[in-house]
């Protein structure tokens, strides 16, 4: 069955520790991003990949790090200079970064304590 | 960056009642699109539009592109329970990223 998964779908980290959030496809997207959400915000993308071995920021990098060694993975790394890092985490995979339709994890929550 | 603007934030309504929003922008679009995120998931893809004046149904949604590529809108009819959840409006324009508005939250009464 293919889709994106997002593990784990709740986190709880102490504050100044790094956390690395997870997120897998099998539908053969070369296109893979990283959003944030928070209570009426709308998503706000951190980093995007359009292809494996290559990202770009986006709007709210500042403390967030990623990596894409294989197609099917883009880990998120939430460093302790984020300086606000509790929030919903969504990731998202397109067939390619010109396709319109964006396929979403289920999320996951992070807290910092 | 960027915004689109979605309106309303968030609407209460009675079950069996239409339902209608909208999302616009300074900026004119090639594509709109509009999802729909239940509570504690990832948004869902409802309706994709490419063309201005287009308009599409799902069901019991219909989505149109505006005619000056600035706006677009979401109906809902007869809405029941399970229509609850945020609504989000997005769009890009040329080569552009995707960006998203900041949702609508509909609420459906008992």
């Known amino acids: 069955d293919g889709g994106i998964t997002q593990s784990p779908k709740y986190l709880f980290r102490k504050e100044g520790q790094n956390v690395t959030l997870s997120c897998e496809q099998n539908?053969?997207?070369?296109?893979m991003y990283w959003y944030r959400q928070d209570p009426g915000q709308g998503l706000r993308l951190i980093y995007y990949s359009q292809i494996v071995n290559d990202f770009q920021k986006g709007d709210i990098a500042e403390g967030y790090s990623v990596s894409r060694e294989k197609k099917e993975s883009f880990p998120l790394t939430v460093t302790s200079a984020q300086k606000n890092p509790t929030a919903f985490y969504l990731c998202?995979?397109?067939?390619?970064?010109?396709?319109?339709?964006?396929?979403f994890g289920p999320g996951t929550r992070l807290t910092v304590l | 960056g960027q915004q689109l603007n979605q309106s309303p934030q968030s609407m209460f309504i009675q079950e069996g009642e239409d339902v209608s929003m909208n999302c616009t922008s300074s900026?004119?679009?090639?594509?709109w699109l509009w999802y729909k995120q239940e509570p504690g998931e990832g948004p869902v893809l409802l309706i994709a539009?490419?063309?201005?004046?287009e308009l599409t149904s799902n069901g019991r949604l219909t989505a149109q592109f505006g005619i000056t590529r600035k706006d677009s809108f979401l109906n809902i009819s007869a809405s029941i329970p399970s229509d609850v959840g945020i609504y989000f409006c997005a769009g890009r324009k040329g080569d552009d990223k995707i960006i998203f508005g900041k949702g609508t939250r509909l609420h459906i009464l008992p």
């Open positions: 539009l490419y063309k201005a004046g």
């Open positions: 998202a995979s397109s067939i390619t970064a010109d396709t319109d339709t964006q396929y």
């Open positions: 900026s004119i679009f090639n594509t």
């Open positions: 539908l053969n997207h070369d296109a």
